[in-house]
């Protein structure tokens, strides 16, 4: 069974740094672009940040600067090294991939992990 697991969130102060990891497991043929993406509550899911199999990159607006994902092909893993968190950064973050999978290949979703920014 094809699987993405989060881990990484918590409680953090403003100004803080946290570290998401995220591990694609099973029976995968291959690995596309992987990210991460966050819904923060009474909103929509959006986009944190993206990455291809050859490493080219893409960041919300909100995020460039302060987040920098990165991955493992080896590993099948994708990290989000998160800095700076503003309090507007809280959110459930959720992993996402494009796995190839038997023939086919599709999106994959995690089932995220709270990352939530207070003093």
Known sequence: ????VES????VQPGGSLRLSCVASGSIFSIYTMGW???APGKQREMVATITS???TTY???????F???RDNAKNTVDLQMNN????DTAVYYCNADLGVLAT????WGKGTLVTVSS
């Open 1 to 4: 069974q094809v699987q993405l």
């Open 8 to 11: 990484g969130g918590g409680l």
């Open 37 to 39: 993406y966050r819904q």
């Open 54 to 56: 050859g490493g080219s």
């Open 60 to 66: 919300a607006d909100s995020v460039k600067g302060r």
């Open 68 to 70: 920098t994902i990165s």
């Open 85 to 88: 968190l503003k309090s507007e």
């Open 105 to 108: 290949t599709r999106g994959y």
